[in-house]
């Protein structure tokens, strides 16, 4: 059973940094794109950034030049460093993973992990 758990969401001043964890666990496969997603109270989740496989990111426009995605293949984990946190930032985040599930994919998502940026 493929799971991701996530870890390092909290509370933070804006202007503050976390650090958000992703580890995905139950696949003989490494997975394929990673991702963290966000969704504010009222708010359709939405994508802050996505790496693949070798490495290629893609981010929000508001998120860019703040927010790095980087993987570990061997860990099978994806992080997300937020700099400069602005109120705005607030939501909940969610990991997401492309997983091999033979003989197709399937994308599988974290459990959430609440971010509150104040002012």
């Known amino acids: 059973q493929v799971q991701l758990v996530e870890s390092g969401g909290g509370l933070v001043q804006a202007g503050g940094s976390l650090r958000l964890s992703c580890v995905v666990s139950?696949?003989?496969?490494?997975?394929?794109?990673m991702g963290w997603y966000r969704q504010a109270p009222g708010k359709q989740r939405a994508m802050v950034a996505t790496?693949?496989?070798?490495?290629?990111?893609n981010y929000a426009d508001s998120v860019k030049g703040r927010f790095t995605i980087n993987r570990d293949n061997v860990k099978n984990s994806v992080y997300l460093q937020m700099n400069s946190l602005k109120p705005e930032d607030t939501a909940v985040y969610y990991c997401?993973?492309?997983?091999?599930?033979?003989?197709?994919?399937?994308?599988?998502w974290g459990q959430g992990t609440q971010v509150t940026v104040s002012s």
């Open positions: 139950g696949s003989i496969f490494r997975p394929d794109d």
């Open positions: 997401n993973a492309l997983v091999r599930v033979l003989p197709g994919s399937r994308a599988y």
């Open positions: 790496i693949t496989s070798d490495g290629n990111t």
